[in-house]
């Protein structure tokens, strides 16, 4: 096992004391994400309010919602069949929300519609029906700011209902989840080793993130996964080498594109004049 290995080992073991966090600055920026549906079907005739699932997934290990849409949705309904068509979003914390209420007579198989808080007009409306399809928005019949703050990762639902009006049968082509995650977060410490010409520091990161080092410490990259501390080994700067310390800059990016910075205070072993 190398030296990194044997003190990330030791800090998980809570051997290894870091020093006091020290954090002088910080920003961040959220990350946004499409998560396509899978699988198209099509609708039975009146389905009852049990529904036909289409689902889409978010990854282990981002960041909460910070809002969300659909984006892509693509009912097709022709002859009638589309003023029986009811939507409903669950998360995969368990709440659920309508998102459709009242179905346009028509659905053209080129639907491709965003449900979008922002949208000017209701879903549930004959001028959603007349003036956006096929491509336009529409606001859900229940705020999909319900959904805010909420972990993100797992199964999200798309219930599709046919509540029977009508014999004219319809397809369903699939959906998008477009979430616009929370900004990710990344503190950090000196993790209390005295390194020769290196910085050793204690962070961690809210979300999957990958770490780039730089002020006081030359560039290097580590990975960290989700609310788990790591340890980050990097080179100290000929400046700091002399002095001793210096500020470490941590920019951490998440698998959406979200970015946080955060500086650290840390020591490594002075070197000696003339060295």
Not at 57 to 82: D, E, H, I, N
Not at 159 to 178: A, C, E, Y
Request: proline content about 7%; overall charge positive; aromatic content about 6%.
């Amino acid at each position: 096992m190398d030296f990194a290995g044997r003190i990330t080992k030791l800090l998980i073991a809570g051997s290894v004391t870091a020093g006091t966090l020290a954090l002088f600055s910080a920003t961040a920026m959220a990350g946004t994400a499409d998560y396509p549906s899978t699988g198209t079907f099509g609708v039975p005739n009146n389905t009852g309010q049990a529904g036909v699932p289409s689902q889409a997934f978010v990854p282990p290990g981002r960041t909460p919602v910070q809002s969300l849409q659909l984006t892509k949705v693509m009912p097709s309904f022709g002859g009638g069949g589309g003023q029986d068509l009811e939507l409903r979003l669950k998360s995969p914390s368990g709440t659920e929300i309508p998102v459709l209420s009242i179905g346009c007579t028509t659905y053209p198989n080129t639907s491709a519609f965003t449900i979008s808080d922002n949208a000017a007009t209701s879903i549930d409306t004959a001028a959603f029906c007349s003036t956006q399809l096929p491509a336009g928005s529409g606001k859900p019949t229940q705020p999909l700011s319900t959904f805010n703050g909420q972990a993100s990762g797992g199964t999200w639902t798309v219930t599709v209902v046919d509540i029977g009006i009508s014999p004219t049968l319809g397809t369903w082509n699939g959906w998008t989840l477009q979430i616009n995650h929370a900004n990710p977060t990344i503190t950090g410490s000196d993790a209390g080793l005295k390194v020769k010409k290196k910085f050793a520091i204690k962070a961690t990161c809210d979300a999957n993130c990958t770490v780039k080092t730089g002020g006081a410490a030359a560039a290097t990259t580590t990975k960290l996964a989700a609310n788990s501390p790591g340890l980050i080994i990097a080179p100290a700067t000929k400046k700091a080498q002399k002095k001793g310390k210096g500020q470490v800059t941590l920019t951490a990016t998440d698998e959406t594109g979200g970015t946080a910075t955060a500086s650290v205070n840390a020591k490594t072993i002075k070197a000696k004049p003339g060295k």
